[in-house]
C-alpha cells in the first residue's frame, strides 16, 4: 500500500485528498498533517483522508509521496524539518504558486535520497474555507509540474500519474518562466485589489463613501483579505518580474 501524506490540509489539500480517494488508484492511505486542528477534524468528516495526526514526524514516517498544501511563508521551515525523516526513494511535491523560491529550499533540504517535483494546479474556483473543498475543482485544468534538477524520472512519473488519476493535465514549465507568468496572472491582481482597499479606506471622504460599497467593492476587495504575511512573501518571491 502507498501512504501519501498531505501536509497543510487546506482547501486544496483536502480537495486533493477527495479526489486522490475517487480516483482509480488503488491501494492508497491518505494521511493528513496540520497545525489547525479544526481543519484536520473537517477533513476527516469530508472523507477527505483515512487517518489524521497533528504530529509532523508521525505523518511524513514510511510516505512513498508527501504533498504540502502549506502556505509560502511556512515552506521552508518545514521542508527543513521533514528532510530528515523522509523516507529513501519518496517524491515531494507542492501545491503553491510560487517556485523558484520553494525549489531553492527544497535543494537545501531535501536530501538526495529523495525527489522534490514542485506542483501548481492552476484552480479556477474560489474556495476560502476547507467546507468549500471539492474534488471536482482538478477535472480539466492544467497542472504545472516543475521538476527539481535532482528530480529522478520515477519521481517525476509518480506525479504525473497522480495529476492524472484526479483529471487534471500536465504542464511542464521551467521555475523561472512558470513564476514570470504567476507574477502577472496571480500576485498582480493581489497587489492591485491592496493598493484600491489602500486608496479607498484610506481616503477623507471614507466614512461616507463605505456606504455606498456593494458587490463591485466586495469582488475587487476579496483578494486583499488574505493573509498579509503570505501576500508579503508572494510579492517578494520573484519582485522583478511583478515590478515589470
Known amino acids: ?118 506542483g501548481h494546479p492552476l484552480i479556477r474556483h474560489t474556495m476560502d474555507e476547507v467546507v468549500d473543498a471539492d474534488p471536482v475543482v482538478f477535472r480539466g485544468i492544467e497542472y504545472c509540474i516543475i521538476p527539481s534538477q535532482n528530480a529522478g524520472e520515477n519521481a517525476v512519473r509518480t506525479v504525473v500519474r497522480l495529476v492524472e488519476a484526479i483529471g487534471s493535465k500536465t504542464v511542464f514549465l521551467d521555475p523561472h518562466e512558470h513564476d514570470s507568468y504567476v507574477a502577472a496572472m496571480n500576485h498582480l491582481p493581489m497587489v492591485m485589489s491592496t493598493a484600491f482597499v489602500n486608496a479607498t479606506a484610506g481616503s477623507s471622504s471614507w466614512r461616507e463613501m463605505h456606504r455606498l460599497a456593494a458587490s463591485d467593492f466586495s ?26
Do not use: C, Y
Open 219 to 244: 469582488d475587487f476587495s476579496r483578494l486583499a483579505s488574505n493573509d498579509p504575511a503570505e501576500n508579503e512573501v508572494a510579492s517578494l518571491a520573484n519582485p522583478d518580474a511583478l515590478v515589470h
Open 1 to 118: 500500500m502507498q501512504r501519501i501524506t498531505i501536509v497543510g490540509m487546506g482547501p486544496i489539500g483536502t480537495s486533493l485528498g477527495l479526489a486522490l480517494k475517487q480516483s482509480k488508484l488503488e491501494d492508497i492511505e491518505i494521511v493528513g498533517t496540520s497545525g489547525d486542528k479544526k481543519n484536520l477534524s473537517t477533513a476527516s468528516k469530508m472523507g477527505a483522508v483515512d487517518s489524521t495526526t497533528g504530529n509532523l514526524r508521525k505523518a511524513v514516517t514510511g510516505a512513498q509521496v508527501v504533498i504540502f498544501d502549506s502556505p509560502l511563508h511556512e515552506m521552508g521551515e518545514l521542508l527543513e524539518a521533514v528532510g530528515p525523516i523522509l523516507e529513501n526513494g519518496a517524491v515531494v511535491t507542492d501545491t503553491g504558486s510560487s517556485k523558484i523560491r520553494v525549489l531553492d529550499w527544497a535543494r537545501d533540504s531535501i536530501p538526495r535520497t529523495a525527489s522534490f517535483v514542485a
